[in-house]
């Protein structure tokens, strides 16, 4: 679970429910790759392996540290661009629209498209993978 620096860490989703022995044993193979990535992950989120693993069983839809990094620059650039949606539309009311308007829709629209762009990235798919 991702906490800022320096915070405390909160129980880890479902952690309660999971206070029960743990008595089955599991046994699996990983690729050198794999096993380093899950280490790396579960150093990341201040938790051990185990309770890595156990909380994606638990609650495989959970978003962690780099889906909450993009989803918060993602948050970060739609407030931006709703003051400017609100000027622009307080200006169309008023009938003041203007060519610049004109230039900041194009300036919005390109924002969105690197947001688009970037969330797709993150997601490890290529440039609109959806199309």
């Known amino acids: 679970m991702w906490v800022p620096s320096g ?7 479902g952690e309660a ?8 044993r599991k046994n699996f193979r990983l690729t050198a ?4 990535k899950l280490s790396a992950f579960a150093a990341e989120a201040e938790v051990t ?3 890595y693993v156990r909380a994606l069983i638990s609650d495989p839809g959970h978003v962690f540290t780099a889906e909450r990094d993009v989803l918060g620059r993602m948050l ?8 400017n949606l609100n000027q622009i539309a307080h200006a169309a009311n008023v009938g ?3 060519r610049a308007d004109e230039g900041a829709l194009a300036d919005i629209a390109a924002a969105n498209a690197r947001i688009v762009d970037a969330v797709i990235g993150a ?4 440039r609109h993978a959806d199309r």
Not at 7 to 13: D, G, I, N
Not at 17 to 24: I, K, N, Q, Y
Not at 33 to 36: F, I, R, S
């Open 7 to 13: 915070a405390r860490r909160a129980p880890l989703f």
């Open 17 to 24: 429910r999971m206070s029960a022995p743990h008595d089955v």
């Open 33 to 36: 790759g794999e096993a380093a």
């Open 49 to 51: 392996e185990s309770e």
């Open 76 to 83: 970060r650039e739609l407030k931006r661009q709703g003051v």
């Open 96 to 98: 003041k629209f203007t």
């Open 123 to 126: 997601l490890g798919g290529g």
